[in-house]
C-alpha cells in the first residue's frame, strides 16, 4: 500500500499511482481527525471522494501514532487522552471514538485501536498492552456493530455530487460494511504473540489481520521470527497486513514468512531524502558521481522517470531545490515497490518463490551494507 497519511501520497496524484500499478492506498485517522477534522471528510463524501481516489483504501486507527506522544498521553482501560502534536490541544481516542473516526472517514477496511509499545518491551508490559489491545478489540467490534444498525453515516447525499472527472465516482463508499482488522500484538515474546492471535481469532472471524509492534526497535531476527509465529496462528486464506514495514528487503522476508500488505513511508520519504531503490541496492542521487550520467535511476525501470530524465538531470534538480526532482524520486519508489511484490506474486503463483527471494535478495545486499546491523 501506498501511504496517503493525510490523505496525500505526498507529491504522487491518483493518476501517478494508477498508472504506477498502485492497488491500495492507506490513510491516518490520527492524523485525519486533527486535521482537517473527519467530520468534515465525511461531509464531503468520506476519504475516497475528498482525495479523488476511488480504489481501496486502508486507515489505521492512530494508535500507533497517540503512543509515539511521549510524555503527551495518558492510557487507562478506557482509552488514551493526548494532546494534539499541532496545536496541543486535548484529546481522548477509545474504541468507540476511533471507530465512529474511521466511519466517518468510510475506507474499506479500518483498523482497530491498539495499545502499542516499544519493540524491546519485556515481558510484563508486553503482556498488558496485548491483552489490552484484545479487549479493545471486543470494544471496537461492538461499536462498528451498532454504528451499521444505525444505517450507514450521515454523509453528504452522494447522488447531489457532480462526478469527478476520470473516475468512477461517485462511489457507495461510506455505506460500504468496512472490513474491521484486528492486530496481533505481543511484542517479541512468541508465546504473547501466539495467546493474541487465539484471543483474536476467539472473538470474531475476520476479513484480515494486523501484525503490529514490529519494526519498531527490535532487532530483525526477532520480527522475521514473530512472523513466522503469526503464520502458523493466522488462517491461510485471509490477508496478513506487516504494519509500517516497507523497505524492500523487508517486504521479501515477509512474503516468505506470509505477510500479504505492507506499508511503509520509506518509498516517498526516501525519496524527499534523494534515495533511490534500485535492484542492486540504494543509490543516493545526490552523489557528484551523478552529475554527467546519463542513464536512468535504475536501469531495469519502466516507472515515468527512468523512461524520461537522467540520473544527471535529476541529481540537478535535487541540488537546486526543485520540486519535481523528489516527485521523480517517490514515483519510482513506489513504483519500484509496487513491482517487486507483483514479481513476488508472480513467483508464488510459479512455485518458485524460495528461488526468487534468494535471487533477489542476493543481488539486493551484494550492493547494499544494512541500514542497522541491531
Ligand atoms: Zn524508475
Not at 51 to 62: A, E, H, Q, V, Y
Not at 85 to 95: A, R
Not at 349 to 371: E, F, K, M, Q, S
Amino acid at each position: 500500500m501506498a501511504v496517503g497519511t493525510l490523505a496525500t501520497v505526498k507529491s504522487l496524484d491518483p493518476v501517478d499511482l494508477r498508472e504506477i500499478g498502485a492497488q491500495m492506498i492507506l490513510g491516518n485517522a490520527y492524523h485525519l481527525h486533527l486535521r482537517p477534522g473527519d467530520e468534515l471528510i465525511r461531509d464531503f463524501g468520506g476519504l475516497h471522494r475528498f482525495m479523488g481516489w476511488d480504489g481501496p483504501i486502508l486507515t489505521d486507527s492512530g494508535g500507533f501514532q497517540v503512543f509515539s506522544l511521549e510524555g503527551l498521553r495518558t492510557v487507562s482501560e478506557n482509552g488514551v487522552e493526548f494532546r494534539s502534536h499541532i496545536d496541543g490541544s486535548k484529546h481522548v481516542f477509545t474504541p468507540e471514538s476511533v471507530m465512529q473516526i474511521e466511519r466517518n472517514l468510510g475506507a474499506d477496511v479500518i483498523m482497530q485501536f491498539d495499545h502499542v509499545i516499544p519493540g524491546q518491551s519485556e515481558e510484563a508490559k508486553a503482556r498488558d498492552a496485548s491483552e489490552r489491545s484484545v479487549r479493545w478489540l471486543a470494544r471496537c467490534v461492538a461499536a462498528l456493530d451498532a454504528l451499521r444498525r444505525g444505517g450507514p453515516p450521515p454523509t453528504t447525499n452522494l447522488r447531489d455530487l457532480p462526478p469527478l472527472p476520470g473516475t468512477t465516482f461517485p462511489l457507495p463508499a461510506p455505506s460500504h460494511p468496512q472490513a474491521l482488522f484486528p492486530i496481533v500484538q505481543g511484542g517479541i515474546h512468541p508465546q504473547l504473540r501466539r495467546e493474541a492471535a487465539r484471543a483474536i481469532r476467539s472473538i470474531g472471524d475476520f476479513h484480515g489481520f494486523g501484525i503490529g509492534g514490529l519494526s519498531v526497535g527490535e532487532a530483525k531476527p526477532d520480527m522475521y521470527r514473530m512472523l513466522e509465529v503469526a503464520d502458523a496462528e493466522l488462517p491461510r486464506d485471509r490477508p496478513r497486513y506487516l504494519m509500517g514495514v516497507g523497505f524492500p528487503e523487508d517486504l521479501v522476508e515477509g512474503v516468505l514468512r506470509g505477510v500479504d500488505l505492507f506499508d511503509c513511508v520509506a518509498p516517498t520519504r526516501m525519496g524527499r531524502n534523494g534515495a533511490a531503490f534500485t535492484n542492486d541496492g540504494r543509490l543516493n542521487i545526490k552523489r557528484a558521481e551523478f552529475r554527467t550520467d546519463p542513464r536512468p535511476l535504475d536501469e531495469g525501470c519502466d516507472c515515468a522517470a527512468c523512461r524520461r530524465f537522467s540520473r544527471g538531470y535529476i541529481r540537478h534538480l535535487f541540488t537546486s531545490d526543485e520540486i519535481l526532482g523528489l516527485r521523480l524520486l517517490s514515483l519510482h519508489n513506489v513504483h519500484f515497490l509496487v513491482r517487486l511484490m507483483r514479481d513476488a506474486r508472480a513467483a508464488i503463483r510459479a512455485g518458485t518463490i524460495d528461488a526468487w527471494a534468494r535471487d533477489w535478495l542476493a543481488r539486493y545486499h551484494a550492493n547494499t551494507r544494512p541500514v542497522s546491523t541491531a
